[in-house]
């Protein structure tokens, strides 16, 4: 079973800063998700990436496969970006969503 | 329709009743999933859904949870007798292929409260 660790589980910044997320797993994958869920619960997919770099408005996602490694960077951050961030990984075999394996999410708060 | 939907968003019932879930995927996903998000842990994925069938039950905590899903498109997830821990936010997703690099959509959430 895949061991996905993010760090930090908690993360308060000011407005503007700069803010790093990072997910790290132990076993080779096919895909990786960033989701992003607000207080109220519901879940926006923001990213799914198997190698390299996307970039959406102020959001940038990276992976690393070689060092089971992803981040995601928040640039010019806004206190709407205030949520909780979730790391998922699909297994290489099988699996479609109901493969995914969960971080616990980082809880971030962007103070104005 | 243009996202995932799920009803009712909030819910809230003694214990020991039954409570039913929908989710409305959306159209022409063919893949459902149903995940519980319980206070303070991750994501757990409950079921999955290809078409009606539902080829992996084994995330289901107990038997008194159960799942069906008609017309390869509604959901229902039905909680049997309920228990204080069967309080979580339930989340339903949908893809259009059950493939590993195929992007997951997540409806609103659940969020069941058992008093």
């Known amino acids: 079973k895949n061991e996905v660790e993010q760090s930090p589980q908690n993360l308060t910044a000011q407005e503007g800063e700069f803010i790093t997320i990072n997910c790290s797993y132990s076993?080779?994958?096919?895909?990786l998700h960033w989701l992003q869920q607000h207080p109220g619960g519901g879940i926006v997919s923001l990213f799914m990436?198997?190698?390299g770099k996307k970039k959406h408005g102020r959001l940038i996602a990276t992976i690393n496969i070689q060092e089971k490694h992803s981040s995601l960077h928040i640039t010019a951050s806004h206190p709407r970006d205030s949520a909780v961030y979730i790391c998922?990984?699909?297994?290489?075999?099988?699996?479609?969503?109901?493969?995914?394996?969960f971080g616990k999410g980082t809880h971030l708060i962007i103070q104005p | 329709g243009a996202g995932v939907s799920q009803s009712p968003s909030n819910k809230v019932t003694e214990k020991g009743k039954d409570v039913e879930l929908r989710c409305d995927p959306i159209?022409?996903?063919?893949?459902l999933y149903w995940y519980r998000q319980s206070l303070g842990q991750g994501l757990e994925f409950l079921i999955y859904f290809q078409g009606n069938s539902a080829p992996d039950k084994s995330g289901l905590p107990s038997d008194r949870f159960s799942a069906e899903r008609t017309g390869g498109s509604v959901s229902t997830l039905t909680i049997q007798r309920t228990q204080q821990e069967d309080s979580a936010v339930y989340l339903c997703a949908s893809s259009s292929l059950r493939a590993p690099n195929t992007e997951a959509f997540f409806g609103q959430g659940t969020r069941l409260t058992v008093v």
């Open positions: 998922a990984v699909s297994p290489y075999s099988g699996g479609g969503a109901d493969g995914l394996t």
């Open positions: 990436l198997s190698s």
């Open positions: 076993v080779g994958i096919s895909a």
């Open positions: 159209s022409g996903h063919t893949a």
